[in-house]
């Protein structure tokens, strides 16, 4: 798998193929929007949104977008932030990991979380959190098999939904 930073134009929008490539991944991840209520219609999901929904990634502070691709083809998506906008909390976060629905169980999200954990491990990082919304077990499920441990129950800070808190120490 290979992980690049998303790169945009010089205008810093993403490139039209990309954005094509970008929504039919986001789109694939129907079952996800319906959860997350990021997206009015999880069943209609326009290049313009996905456009949006990145830009305002890239908004945050320290925020990087990285895509994972396998054998030429766009397998995933993560957002990374090296802190939280809570100063009180030392750890970077990944914001989201995505994967194209079409690709799931072939390993792609626990290699995806692998790179994005050695980045932050070469860093100089002792550790990563991030939040899965409460009403998606199976992401707990998965964070959980990859050795992150709950720390907290709290409201995310974009729409006040209920989500788990998780951390995995990086050792080194």
């Known amino acids: 798998m290979r992980l690049d930073p998303l790169a945009l134009t010089p205008d810093r929008d993403i490139p039209a193929p990309l954005l094509t490539e970008l929504t039919a ?93 050695e980045r932050f491990r070469a860093a100089g990082r002792g550790a990563v959190r991030l939040a899965v919304l409460d009403a998606n077990p199976e992401g707990l499920a998965f964070w959980t098999a990859l050795g992150y441990e709950v720390l907290d129950h709290r409201r995310d800070r974009q729409l006040g939904r209920p989500c788990t808190v998780l951390r995995k120490p990086l050792r080194g």
């Open 25 to 117: 991944l986001y789109a694939s991840a129907r079952t996800f929007h319906a959860l997350s209520g990021e997206f009015p219609d999880p069943d209609d999901i326009r290049p313009e949104q996905v456009a949006a929904a990145l830009a305002d990634e890239l908004a945050q502070p320290g925020a990087e977008v990285f895509l994972a691709r396998s054998e030429g083809r766009l397998v995933g998506v993560v957002v990374t932030l090296t802190r939280h906008p809570d100063p009180a909390d030392p750890d970077p976060w990944i914001g989201l990991l995505m994967v194209d629905a079409r690709e799931r169980r072939k390993g792609h999200g626990r290699e995806l979380a692998t790179a994005v954990e």
